[in-house]
């Protein structure tokens, strides 16, 4: 069993699944590394390579903000839901949630009836 | 809002998602256009050109074996499950378990305390 292969799938499972939960997350405001951490703790371990070119995107997209904090030790982009992020996100959950139910039940469903209504 | 935007990132959710429910459906024989319409019909909507290169991937990885069929009225190419993708399956489905019990964490959560959790 060749393990890089799994971890390739696992990276591209994670990598559409990362930006829904940034953007929910970021319903309350954070800087990136803050956000690296909660996505660890809740268990989808990303690396900071990876999710702040995402966040840079989708503040282009439009569906997030972002403000400099200088006040502290060092400078802090914090990161923040956009008025347009806040109508896209429960269609993002809805889609999510779709896609969910679609693998939970391909995953528990007995295949061979399914193959054959489809057709030969 | 954008809906180009919304479709980029459904489709990048999708496209994980789609290998894991392909290597659990080929469990049972299937020719990639039968793997669409069952794809489809449990609603997870795939182009043919985004499945079938990704079917060759999973076989170059050698999740999957594949064998023509000349006996119909056109060849087909059919698609199962290898014994390697057999070892394979229940751990992606192990590792699908857990980003969605993740995801679902996120979407349902109280956001104030976990950012206070995670320091500033």
Redesign the interface.
Known sequence: ??TP??DK?????????V???AL??L?????GY?LV??LA????ETEEGTLYPLLRRLET???LTSQWDTG?ARPRKYYLLSE?GK??LP???S??R??????????A?D??S??S????
Chains 1, 2 share one sequence.
């Open positions: 069993m060749s292969t799994l799938i696992g990276a591209e499972l994670r990598r559409g699944i930006q829904v939960a929910s997350l319903r309350e405001r954070m800087h803050q951490k909660v703790d809740a268990g989808i997209q439009g569906l502290g347009e109508t896209a269609v993002l959950e889609i999510w779709g896609i969910n139910r679609s693998v939970n039940s391909i995953l469903t295949l061979a399914l193959a209504e489809a057709g030969q």
